[in-house]
């Protein structure tokens, strides 16, 4: 992906979905709490296909995105349903005009006052207009996933050990089995031991194992993956929080005798000199999975950002992220670089207007899968 997302998270520390800073607000449906919303926003993508520069698309693309929310909480057990839709119409390219939607059903169950449960399970049906298979149709994929977690010990304890396991069937419906080799399943089991060190800081050690089974026969990215790390979380100062982990990855390939391995790591720190201002580090390397007929690619990279309240209405966000991209299986590396920032007004408590500016530069040894790439957006995100 070319654009920066975000994904969110449920807090398992904290039994109500509820607690969250700016929560747009709720009404009463029948006992649940329904939180509509709706974002409407209008971009011009000078190369939304992501392609060299003597070949770049460009459009106006229009996006609606409402978003429903179904939540209900009770002394021990929490629940949300959410379910979204963003129809994207591209002005001049009406064959990349999609709709994309999103199911997900999520929940936490407190067994005991130190012992709960979560699992949720998902539906997307996606299309991607960027990193696609075909210069010209955009990629078209849903995605099926299924957690399971227990966790065993709280935050504030001695000790607390998380586990979780995964499913996701990834499935494409592009024409003439284009896409038809990155079909697969994929299931993920992870395991992490906390152990508190001081009043603000605790060890990590964690074990990971997750299976590639990808569904074309003798597929060479079949693999299993499995990473140990150690690391450590802390909060040591009302001003500095972070996580780290460090440790090794692996991927043995089913279908011949290759074995990569590489030092593996995790970091990301939050400083807050102000109350109101946020700086942020996050780096991360280790293998993605493989595209372009690589088998894998192996992943460094690196994002700082800066976060700004300027008074109640106003905040600001600047970002630059950097990745060094090497395509197992190909003579390819590419070197990719993003630059962003963006500007939010709240104009009334229900009503945020944002304008947002990125450039993307990717530098490859492969003449074709170099580009750059600049997005300018303006926003409206309406709540109750």
Known sequence: MKLITTSGVIALGCMSFNAYADKPASIDVAGFDFTPTLKLSERYDDNFRALQD???VSSWITSVN??????????????????????????????????????AFRSVLQLSSISRVHYDFSYKKLELTSDT????DNDRLTLKHAGLGYTLGTTEGMN????????????????????????????????????????KTRSIAEIRYTDFDYLQTRSGR?????????????????????????????????????????????VGVDWKPLTYSTFSLKTRKAYDEGDDD?????????TLGWKHEWSSRIKTGFDIAHADRQYEGLARDDRRNIYGGEVTYALRRWVDITARVQHTNNDSNDSS????????????????
Do not use: C, M
């Open 294 to 302: 690589a088998t894998s690619i192996h992943q460094v990279s690196t």
């Open 160 to 199: 607390q050990l998380d586990t979780s396991a995964n499913y996701e069937q990834r499935r494409y419906q592009n024409a003439d089995g284009i896409n038809d080799d990155k079909e697969r399943n994929t299931t993920a089991l992870v395991g992490t031991w906390y152990h508190r060190l001081t009043g």
């Open 66 to 103: 409402p978003t429903l929310l179904l939540e209900a909480n009770t002394r021990n057990t929490g629940y949300q349903l959410e379910y979204a839709i963003d129809d994207q119409v591209y002005h001049d390219v009406s064959s990349a005009s999609h709709t994309d939607q999103s199911l």
């Open 369 to 384: 899968e170099s580009y750059t790439r600049n997005l300018y957006l303006l926003s409206l995100e309406f709540s109750l």
């Open 54 to 56: 003597s070949q770049r």
């Open 133 to 136: 298979a075909d210069n010209v």
């Open 222 to 266: 079949s693999s299993v993956g499995t990473a140990a790390l150690v690391g450590l979380t802390w909060d040591a100062t009302a001003q500095t929080t972070g996580n780290l982990r460090i440790g090794e990855e692996r991927k043995d390939f089913t279908d011949n005798d290759r074995d990569d391995k590489s030092p593996t790591w995790e």
